[in-house]
């Protein structure tokens, strides 16, 4: 199946480089993926009885989210590339991810949202090992 995310990787107009375009395509898909899940979550969250047990569940959520969504974007752009750049970001991001799934998994017994977002934060943690391995 392609995707949007293969159809723009396909599309670029230069040369990639060594960069292991699976892994690449995957990853992004994965931290855009996460940070949908991560931000849905915390609003579930909000609407839980017991929101204010739930405090650290949706700040670590809001903080995903925003790390995720931030290394899909980076991830998407090639022109003048920096590799410490995203040596760093794609570290940040699997440390959240994996911050983020610890948090939601306390909850995921009592909240179906949480565990389907600790999957989605473990799938993308996953994504982000698995490229940082090729670059």
């Known amino acids: 199946m392609t995707t949007m995310v293969s159809e723009m990787l396909r599309t670029y107009p230069a040369d990639l480089g060594g960069v292991n375009r699976e892994a690449m395509e995957r990853c992004i898909a994965e931290c855009f993926d996460c940070s949908q899940a991560c931000t849905a979550c915390a609003d579930a969250c909000l609407s839980e009885d017991m929101v204010a047990e739930l405090r650290k569940c949706i700040r670590t ?36 991810c994996k911050s983020c799934a610890d948090e939601c998994e306390r909850h995921a017994d009592m909240h179906e949202h949480c565990r389907i977002c600790a999957e989605a934060c473990r799938r993308c943690e996953q994504a982000c090992n698995e490229l940082l391995a090729t670059l």
């Open 61 to 96: 959520n809001l903080d995903c989210a925003d790390i995720c969504e931030a290394t899909g974007k980076i991830l998407s752009r090639h022109t003048g590339y920096d590799a410490n750049i995203t040596r760093t970001q794609l570290q940040a991001c699997a440390m959240v």
